[in-house]
């Protein structure tokens, strides 16, 4: 199966920016996901990728791909408070004829901000 | 109007119950899906119903029974709960990816998650 790794906890101060990275098995990944999780919620979308760009801007959020290594990171300009959550970083292995989506999220990453 | 909702959010229970949580959807997509996550936050698929029919069942083991009566609604009974089932599931819904050529990007609207305790 599809391995997706991150590293568990990043700290910044309010107003730098954060990188958050992912790096996954799967190289037949078509879409790439960020989700955010604030605590005692649900999963929300941030941004996408689709698999055959290596950079997505929006607003914030900055998303690279790197293919042949396999790296997706996000990155938040301009870190706030309220960005303070979970993030992780999801592949969709398709086409899935089946008719579902099956995504493989990656271990999460903890941001914290500081004042 | 909230897109994905799952009751209860909120379930605290005893070994060997049998409990349910349910799910409803209004976004008019046709794929439902249910995630756990355990104490340390990794998410995992349990299951995937496209247009009723179960689609994805992962190593999950058979005291779980997922039933869609219709495609907009998703529950999850689970019979003679164990210690280890104490997580936080969430439900989720999606367009299916047979349409992803065609600008489906695929993404999952999640629920606000039932935490499950069990004691």
């Known amino acids: 199966g599809e391995d997706v790794e991150q590293s568990l906890f990043l700290s910044v101060r309010e107003g730098d920016s954060s990188v958050i990275n992912c790096t996954y098995t799967?190289?037949?990944?078509?879409?790439l996901y960020w989700y955010k999780q604030e605590p005692g919620a649900g999963l929300q979308l941030l941004t996408y990728i689709f698999s055959n760009m290596d950079m997505k801007q929006d607003q914030r959020l900055t998303v690279l791909l790197n293919k042949k290594d396999k790296h997706l990171s996000l990155r938040i300009a301009d870190t706030q408070t309220g960005d303070s959550a979970i993030y992780f970083c999801?592949?969709?292995?398709?086409?899935?004829?089946?008719?579902?989506?099956?995504?493989?999220f990656g271990t999460g990453t903890q941001l914290k901000v500081e004042l | 109007d909230t897109a994905v909702s799952q009751t209860p959010k909120y379930l605290v229970t005893q070994m060997g119950n049998d409990k349910s949580i349910k799910c409803e959807q209004n976004l008019g997509h046709d794929t439902m899906y249910w995630y756990k996550q355990d104490s340390k936050k990794f998410l995992k698929i349990m299951f995937s119903?496209?247009?009723?029919?179960?689609?994805i069942n992962e190593t999950v083991p058979n005291r779980f029974s997922p039933k869609s009566p219709d495609k907009a609604h998703l529950n999850l009974h689970i019979n003679s709960l164990e210690l280890g089932d104490s997580a936080v599931y969430f439900c989720?819904?999606?367009?299916?990816?047979?349409?992803?050529?065609?600008?489906?990007?695929?993404?999952?609207?999640f629920g606000e998650g039932s935490r499950l305790t069990v004691l």
């Open positions: 999801a592949g969709l292995r398709g086409p899935y004829t089946g008719g579902g989506n099956k995504l493989t």
């Open positions: 119903y496209n247009n009723k029919e179960l689609i």
């Open positions: 989720a819904s999606s367009h299916s990816a047979s349409g992803t050529s065609g600008g489906n990007t695929g993404e999952l609207f």
């Open positions: 799967d190289s037949s990944s078509t879409y």
